[in-house]
């Protein structure tokens, strides 16, 4: 990519706008379908066009619907509207890759370097980065956009500046003819902003256009942009040179003082202005398009196929786990090897060959297989919440199942080292029928389970995206789930409407598996001859009596993972509900 001059005299119209409105939705009470709060118009009846090369400035006050405009522009907005937006022609919405927006707040995965993440981005939206002509591509670009420099440092080290025009590079590799961004001198300095402008202005040198919504930008800045829209109460009431907006104010008798911000100026007049000087402002604004350029044929849009996708987004994930290591074998240490150690020690001795054992038995397998569910589940809880703006700002990089196939798979490290080292430490002094096997019995299982257990998480994770939520539905969720494992009454007594429930406790599978691993091995328990209760004579009885399967291997099996596809459905169906919100900007 060459960042060179290579516009022509005479530009004509790319994107044309006519009778734009934008609304929010009324919303009604759910059960009298009462309007609790009314529908607002954001834009109202916008028209105009932007011309090829052109570098174009959105003033205007808060609220004026400025961002609202832009997302418009760029056909990623989800609200309801009417009216058309055309780029060369066909509505924008159906040209993807042609436009791009850069948005004001920078987001990216925690723990990437800038040449990690522009190469991921890369192999998403171009292709295979160990090709010559992608390889030189990306190696131009960086050069152009001055990130040669820091292209091994990590992302949460840079600069403001710098993390700007990394979110301009990521928008540019697939070659937009527009892009759109959303304050991109937020936050900067005098220095960076005008960096992050005057590499904006390159753009438009070979025919992009440029469209920014600026908050207050200093005379210098203003003076990059070769125009200026003006924008108060959704409404375009200017689009054009500085000089015409300039005459344009005088004819209102509105001059702007010697040495004062030209961009402040107008601002604070259109906040002021009367019904009346809009009006007149509004009728001295009249759009003149010429007949829009044909747009050009582009090629489809570049979409990795569905396993590379996967691949991609888990390497992405394995670079962040390996840089966070240490953090994760604290938690390891704190969560799983300090409360392992606690229970093992309580148990010690114990044989589940009398009486007095069966009980210490059932409560050893139960807090083995709590530990693990539990531990796994809330671990997973909180996995959207935390790059649920990054997966929105990605929508359609990658698609939705691929980022959930991903999220799981990233869990299985855990899923394996936690259920290993918890069953490793608390049957370390626990006397179990053929030791090593057993341990090994109860590890594949509760390894199975945890996997099942993470999906329950993200599952419950992805339905209630709201902190607030998760924490007073998931305690709801895990009391039934937990109470059908059978440690806390027989689950064979429960009532037939009851008897559904269990099949989808990830809880009850695992304690079904470890308990028919350890008490079909005792043939024989021990019961005195002066009892009063009832005594179990072997581990058969056990399970009976507790209401667990005779065919455990594939009911457990197939249960476990039919529990993993139930959470997993409505975790998908979660993310695809933030998916459709649209865009993150």
Known sequence: MELSDTSEEGSRSVIRISGLSVWTPEEKSWWRRKVIKPSTLILNNISGCIKEGEFAAILGPSGAGKTTFL???????????????????????????????????????????????????TELKVGNCKTDRVKRMLRDLMKEMNLKNIARTNISKLSGGEKRLLSLTTSLLSSPQILM???????????????????????????????????????????????????????????????????????????????????????REVSRLSPELTGKMEATYQPLCDTPNEFPARKPVYRRNWFKQVQLLLWRSSLTFSRDLKGQLFQLFVNVVVTSLVIGTCYVGISGTSQRGVQDLRGLLWLMTSEVCFALAYSALFAFEEDLSLFKREVGTYSCSSYYVARLLGYVPRCVAWPLVLVLLMTLAVQLPQHALTATKFFVTLSFAAVAASAYGLGMGALFTSTGAMGDVMPCADLPLFLMSGAFLRVSSLPFWLQPLRFLSHFYYAMDAVSNIYWRQIGHIDCPTNSTSVCFNDGASVLVEAGYSTNFILQDSLGMLGVTVFWSILAYYGLKREEKKGYAY
């Open 181 to 267: 961004c959303d304050e991109p001198t937020t936050g900067l300095d005098s220095y960076n902003a005008l960096l992050v402008v005057d590499t904006l202005k390159k753009l438009t040198l070979c025919g992009k256009a440029v469209i920014c919504t600026v908050h207050q930008p200093s005379m210098d800045l203003l003076k990059q942009f070769s125009s200026i829209m003006l924008m108060a109460d959704g409404k375009l009431l200017f689009h054009g040179s500085h000089d015409e907006c300039k005459d344009m104010f005088e004819s209102l008798n509105l001059y702007c003082p010697k040495n004062y911000n030209p961009a402040e100026f107008y601002i």
């Open 71 to 121: 997302v418009s522009l760029a056909g990623k907005c989800q609200m309801p509207t009417r009216g058309v937006v055309t780029l060369g022609g066909r509505d924008v919405r159906l040209t993807q890759g042609a436009v791009e927006i850069v948005p004001q707040h920078d987001v990216f995965m925690p723990g990437l370097t800038v040449d990690e993440h522009l190469v991921f981005m």
